[in-house]
């Protein structure tokens, strides 16, 4: 698998990965998921968009936001295709060496509070829960993982 950045030509095969990741989940928040609906010219503008591809194939989008005080994993998507393959976890190990790069100690990120096997993979990966944050159409939980 390899990682490389996002351009703009890669849009379009972003845009369909991240909903085929990402709908399923709105069933269990009942709300649309936030990296579905977003502009991904903005958000590829204002962050950093990497992709792990293998074989010609897209396995994973990931997104990540830095400010000069705190580095955000903003979106992470698995192709279903790629299911149990390690995307994930290849792009979470990512995360934190990009974080370390770039001068940061900590990795943040949120997701919606119903996704509980989420909640738990991140958990399981060392992140803690930091507060929640309530938005008018949904409750957001925050997690922070040290890298110290």
Request: charged content about 25%; overall charge negative.
């Amino acid at each position: 698998m390899a990682l490389r950045r996002a351009s703009a030509e890669d849009i379009p095969a972003i845009v369909a990965l991240t909903e085929a990741a990402y709908l399923p989940n709105e069933s269990i928040i009942g709300v649309p998921s936030l990296p579905r609906i977003a502009d991904y010219h903005a958000v590829l503008a204002e962050h950093e968009i990497w992709l792990a591809e293998s074989d010609e194939a897209l396995d994973g989008v990931l997104v990540l936001a830095e400010e000069p005080a705190k580095f955000t994993l903003w979106s992470i998507a698995v192709s279903p295709a790629a299911t149990g393959k390690k995307v994930g976890s290849t792009l979470m190990d990512f995360t934190e060496e990009r974080a370390r790069a770039l001068g940061h100690d900590a990795v943040h990120l949120y997701t919606h509070v119903k996704l509980a096997d989420r909640i738990g993979w991140y958990e399981r990966l060392g992140y803690q829960i930091t507060h929640y944050e309530d938005l008018p159409d949904r409750r957001l939980i925050h997690m922070r993982k040290s890298l110290r």
